[in-house]
């Protein structure tokens, strides 16, 4: 199943079972709902507890990403409910790079469905030409072998380790650093055939 870009400068996907669109200042509450210590634990950026007013700011934060071309944050949504399900970004690092880095997440409830590997393989060709970059990069704590898997499967390649600070325990700790060129000499995505 493609994704179906809807056209406009919303960058919306929706696949079969999803709706992709940049996170909004309504998000802010389910976000801080659905996000919690034991997600948190898993993510190399996000705090264990987040306000309504602290996800405000990220989401304030992603949209003058996207302004600036320097990210993509998305929303993942139900496509059948249109209810928050998690967040996928791909953002810049450093600024006016061509590597960026890949970050995602769900909520408890909606985990070990496949939501992510939809999610994943919509957004990454849109942001490969929408943020010019040349690689994306996934950074995993060893620990999560979900998302290990998820990579991997998605043709992220490992590339050693990377020291990146949680904001969960406070301190640097080693995650695995991953590595994908999503578009080909011939402009196809690489995801487009990963098993």
Same mark, same amino acid.
């Not at 993510?43 to 992603?62: E, F, G, N, V, Y």
């Given at each position: +199943?493609?994704?179906e870009?809807?056209?406009?400068?919303d960058?919306?996907? /929706?696949?079969? =079972?999803?709706?992709?669109?940049?996170?909004?200042?309504?998000?802010?509450?389910?976000?801080a709902a659905?996000m919690? @210590?034991?997600?948190?634990?898993?993510?190399t950026s996000?705090?264990?507890?987040?306000?309504?007013?602290?996800?405000?700011d990220r989401?304030?934060? &992603?949209?003058? /990403?996207?302004?600036? =071309?320097?990210?993509?944050?998305?929303?993942?949504?139900?496509?059948?409910s249109? /209810?928050l $399900? @998690?967040? #996928?970004? #791909?953002?810049?690092?450093?600024?006016?790079?061509? $590597?960026?880095?890949?970050?995602f997440?769900l909520?408890?409830? +909606?985990?070990?469905r496949?939501?992510m590997?939809?999610?994943v393989?919509?957004?990454?060709?849109l &942001?490969?030409?929408?943020?010019? $970059?040349?690689?994306?990069?996934?950074?995993?704590?060893?620990?999560?072998?979900?998302? #290990?898997?998820l990579?991997?499967?998605l043709? +992220?390649?490992?590339?050693?380790?990377?020291?990146?600070?949680?904001? $969960?325990?406070?301190r640097?700790e080693?995650? +695995?650093?991953y =590595?994908? !060129?999503?578009?080909?000499?011939?402009?196809?995505? !690489?995801?487009a055939?990963?098993?």
């Amino acid at each position: +199943f493609e994704p179906e870009l809807l056209a406009g400068p919303d960058l919306e996907l /929706r696949t079969s =079972r999803l709706h992709l669109r940049p996170v909004e200042l309504r998000d802010a509450l389910p976000t801080a709902a659905l996000m919690n @210590g034991e997600i948190a634990a898993n993510l190399t950026s996000w705090p264990p507890q987040l306000s309504p007013a602290r996800a405000k700011d990220r989401i304030d934060a &992603a949209r003058d /990403r996207l302004a600036g =071309r320097q990210g993509l944050e998305m929303a993942i949504l139900d496509r059948a409910s249109d /209810r928050l $399900v @998690g967040w #996928i970004s #791909i953002v810049i690092d450093p600024p006016q790079s061509c $590597v960026a880095t890949l970050g995602f997440w769900l909520g408890l409830p +909606f985990q070990g469905r496949g939501l992510m590997t939809e999610a994943v393989r919509a957004l990454v060709p849109l &942001a490969a030409s929408f943020l010019h $970059v040349r690689t994306i990069e996934a950074h995993v704590y060893p620990w999560n072998s979900a998302s #290990i898997r998820l990579v991997r499967k998605l043709g +992220f390649v490992g590339e050693g380790g990377v020291d990146l600070y949680s904001p $969960v325990r406070r301190r640097k700790e080693e995650a +695995f650093r991953y =590595r994908l !060129d999503p578009i080909s000499s011939e402009g196809r995505s !690489d995801t487009a055939n990963a098993a």
